[in-house]
């Protein structure tokens, strides 16, 4: 019997974009202290969920999440001069051959409620591919069944991914969270969130 649907954590990129001192992942978001953290919020939502989760990640990022997580849930990839979201995707579920499917998600997208990962992973027990969508825009996770494994672990580059959701039919799982369509590209992103962060704390006091 497989065993439950895996989170892939995505967290190898190189955060070109972001623009400011330091990985974007390890920013501080909430506060203080590495669960803080860009990547410590978003693998908090994602243990909410209870789901098993692994983070692929590179030097830049690895000591984070080992001191989040342990060594035993993060995959270290080798350092590579090219290297695309196909690979860490490819490393990730190779890593966990015996899920019954996996769910995809950006490291850098920490307002993913932990119940749409839920909902994704149930979706997938019909169907092929589901992806998380608010307002019929489309969002994370995007999950694949274990069918598909022998074409996720040959992925390389950014494009293929997109080339392996397009190929088969893919299950919409409409949520009510925007967190699913919320990523940190640049300072800007980042600045937005902890603003939200911010008004959303204050109402709950007042």
Not at 52 to 80: F, I, M, N
Not at 90 to 103: D, I, N, R, T
Not at 173 to 202: C, F, K, P, Y
């Amino acid at each position: 019997m497989n065993a439950p649907c895996t989170v892939i954590v995505l967290a190898a990129g190189m955060s070109s974009r972001f623009g400011g001192p330091g990985h974007k992942l390890t920013q501080p978001l909430y506060g203080r202290g590495d669960e803080n953290s860009v990547l410590g919020v978003t693998l908090r939502n994602v243990l909410a969920s209870r789901l098993p989760l692994v983070v692929v990640t590179s030097a830049d990022v690895a000591p984070l999440a080992e001191r989040l997580l342990g060594a035993e849930r993060v995959l270290r990839l080798a350092p590579q001069r090219k290297r695309g979201v196909g690979d860490s995707i490819a490393a990730g579920v190779a890593s966990q051959a015996g899920a019954s499917g996996w769910l995809v998600l950006p490291g850098d997208m920490p307002r993913v409620r932990p119940q749409t990962f839920v909902r994704v992973a149930e979706a997938l027990k019909t169907h092929a591919v589901a992806y998380a969508q608010l307002r019929g825009r489309r969002g994370h996770p995007v999950g694949f069944s274990a069918e598909l494994y022998s074409e996720l672990v040959s992925l390389t580059g950014d494009e293929e991914a997109r080339r392996l959701v397009a190929r088969y039919p893919a299950e919409a799982v409409e949520v009510d969270d925007v967190g699913v369509l919320q990523d940190i590209d640049t300072l800007q992103n980042l600045a937005m969130l902890r603003a939200i962060h911010r008004a959303t704390s204050a109402q709950e006091r007042s």
